[in-house]
């Protein structure tokens, strides 16, 4: 058990639609990852956030926005999804603002998205 | 872009060490080296991480160079579980939003 849980685990959208995806951080974990992983690709940064305020964005469009709530919760919306959003979308949090060297993101299993 | 370079695939027997290599040339004084790996169907897993210094747990033996530009992850006795993708990344502490930035890894397969 991570202690990382994504929902759903599966998800099939039509190109166009928007996509909610849920994360559920442990206690204490105060700061929350997004990342895309392509088929055959490492995962690529999406955006982080800290105690509910965005602090850090990768290359990736508008259309995806992010939400982290005080319950150590987070939402991942992609609005207007195309084909090249297929991939599987990860969650990691971390104990406190990841400032000090600690042992490490602790990731979920991850939401297969399919845009089909 | 990754700031490492890591051999696309590596092959170990069950039973022996697996010593995978990562080139970091351009690591800064502030950036540790962190060792994920992916198996597949879930999300990554951190295995180790050090700044300068040799650093083994339950799961793996870290080895930097002196000079900082290169490591190499040590597993001590690899069983089949260990066949995943490993990342080795180079990680800035203490700056907001410092995220992760994965390569592709080196896939390794543990046989029989």
């Known amino acids: 058990e991570t202690g990382v849980t994504q929902s759903p685990t599966h998800l099939i959208k039509t190109r166009g639609q928007q996509v909610t995806l849920r994360c559920s951080s442990q206690s204490g974990h105060n700061t929350v990852s997004w990342y895309q992983q392509a088929l055959g690709q490492g995962p690529q940064f999406i955006f982080q956030?800290?105690?509910?305020?965005?602090?850090g964005r990768g290359n990736f469009p508008p259309r995806f926005s992010g939400l982290q709530f005080p319950n150590y919760s987070s939402e991942l919306n992609v609005n207007a999804l195309e084909l090249d959003d297929s991939a599987l979308y990860l969650c990691?949090?971390?104990?406190?603002?990841?400032?000090?060297?600690?042992?490490?993101?602790?990731f979920g299993s991850g939401t297969r998205l399919t845009v089909v | 872009d990754a700031k490492t370079t890591q051999p696309p695939s590596m092959d170990c027997a069950e039973g022996r060490a697996a010593n995978l290599p990562c080139n970091h040339s351009?690591?800064?004084?502030?950036?540790?080296v962190y060792w994920y790996r992916q198996i597949h169907s879930q999300g990554p897993q951190y295995i180790i991480h050090?700044?300068?210094n040799n650093e083994t747990n339950e799961m793996a033996s870290l080895i930097i160079t002196e000079d900082r530009k290169s490591s190499t992850l040590i597993l001590p006795h690899a069983t089949l579980r260990d066949t995943a993708v490993y990342y080795c990344?180079?990680?800035?502490?203490?700056?907001?939003?410092?995220?992760?930035?994965f390569g592709g890894g080196t896939r390794v397969l543990v046989k029989p």
């Open positions: 990691a949090s971390l104990y406190g603002r990841g400032s000090v060297a600690t042992y490490g993101y602790t």
């Open positions: 351009t690591i800064s004084g502030n950036e540790y």
């Open positions: 990344i180079v990680r800035v502490i203490g700056a907001a939003g410092n995220k992760l930035t």
């Open positions: 050090g700044l300068k």
């Open positions: 956030y800290y105690r509910e305020e965005e602090n």
